[in-house]
T-cell receptor
């Protein structure tokens, strides 16, 4: 799986948009970008994933650059409960079940301040 | 739909003992993956089970083993516990028919004394 690079920490004011960047310059054409977050000592929570197009769900938006070498997770109106470590993961799809490993990096600690 | 459940949530053992952790996947999910999370190594993949068979394996010693039952519930066993096995053990479930999204349980916090 391609390696990802994320800033170790970011701050955001409550109510503002949080934009979390991820660099995955060695991504392959069949690799998806996944985002998870982990609130202290809880299990990682799935947020969103995408291949080429921008994606949006009730939690966040995912913007993937045209060359797919980087992406940004956007939390439109951050709350204190969004304080967590956010992981960007690149993962091969459609390998017939031979690749179920999620490779987690160190992620970005997002702190939402009141 | 109920989420992934793990039992027990907390566990204290002593060196040399063995431990069994349990994971119940989301209804309809047939794949269960196990991960270990420590402050030093982060989240690391242990193994994945699908249809009662281990399909993928990480780089952990043979003291770490698992199994899956016909109802897709999975157990993970660690024998001859070491202090370094203290960690948060997480399981994740998915449909298992492709590389779909994995959903994680709350984890089991194991402390080895």
């Amino acid at each position: 799986d391609a390696k990802t690079t994320q800033p170790p920490s970011m701050d955001c004011a409550e109510g503002r948009a949080a934009n979390l960047p991820c660099n995955h310059s060695t991504i392959s054409g069949n690799e998806y970008v996944y985002w998870y977050r982990q609130i202290h000592s809880q299990g990682p929570q799935y947020i969103i994933h995408g291949l080429k197009n921008n994606e949006t769900n009730e939690m966040a938006s995912l913007i993937i650059t045209e060359d797919r070498k980087s992406s940004t997770l956007i939390l439109p109106h951050a709350t204190l409960r969004d304080t967590a470590v956010y992981y960007c993961i690149v993962r091969v799809a459609n390998s017939g079940g031979s690749n179920y490993k999620l490779t987690f990096g160190k992620g970005t600690l997002l702190t939402v301040n009141p | 739909k109920a989420g992934v459940t793990q039992t027990p949530r907390y566990l204290i053992k002593t060196r040399g003992q063995q431990v069994t952790l349990s994971c119940s996947p989301i209804s309809g999910h047939r794949s269960v993956s196990w991960y270990q999370q420590t402050p030093g190594q982060g989240l690391q993949f242990l193994f994945e089970y699908f249809s009662e068979t281990q399909r993928n394996k990480g780089n952990f010693p043979g003291r770490f083993s698992g199994r899956q039952f016909s109802n897709s519930r999975s157990e993970m066993n660690v024998s001859t516990l070491e202090l370094g096995d203290s960690a948060l053990y997480l399981c994740a479930s998915s449909l298992g028919t492709g590389e779909e999204t994995q959903y994680f349980g709350p984890g089991t916090r194991l402390l080895v004394l």
